[in-house]
């Protein structure tokens, strides 16, 4: 089987509209092997109350 770890790395209002966003890092591995990878992301809210939206990924 494998998992992932999600973890906020910053917070702050990148993109200048005065709602704050976070930099998460999501990495997956697998229980048994060398599988390995981690991806970033910035993500955004349009407002307060909307949900989360991916306004960068690397």
Known sequence: GGFQVITVVAKGDYNA???????IEK???V???SYSSSHGYVLTRMSEQ???TV???W
Not at 17 to 23: A, K, M, N, P
Request: aromatic fraction near 6%; hydrophobic fraction near 40%.
């Open 50 to 52: 909307a949900s989360f």
């Open 27 to 29: 990495e997956n591995s």
């Open 17 to 23: 509209d005065g709602i704050e966003d976070i930099v």
């Open 31 to 33: 229980l048994s092997g």
């Open 55 to 57: 306004l960068a990924e």
